[in-house]
């Protein structure tokens, strides 16, 4: 349940922005989960990913998702 709202949202308030701005589209904001609208969920994967133990490969495939996601924040507008 909680990897269910943490996945529930990202995907409103992280890649739905993103993808509609790179196709030119205007982005509905109703679509964000009440719960997880105001960015709780980065502490909730936060949370989540602190609590598992990770394998180094996995660890570094999250860096790299970190620091495209940070190119992409500053190379996207």
């Known amino acids: 349940m909680f990897r269910y709202g943490i996945v529930v949202g990202i995907i ?3 890649v739905l922005p993103l993808v509609c701005g790179l196709l030119g589209m ?4 109703t679509l ?3 719960v997880t609208a ?3 969920f980065y502490a909730m994967a936060g949370y989540y990913i602190h609590k ?3 394998r180094p490969k996995d660890r570094y ?3 790299a998702c970190g620091i495209a996601g940070w190119l992409m924040r500053f190379l996207a507008r």
């Open 12 to 14: 409103p308030v992280s």
């Open 26 to 29: 205007t982005y509905n904001v």
């Open 32 to 34: 964000k989960v009440p």
């Open 38 to 40: 105001k960015y709780v």
């Open 52 to 54: 598992t133990t990770l």
């Open 61 to 63: 495939i999250i860096y």
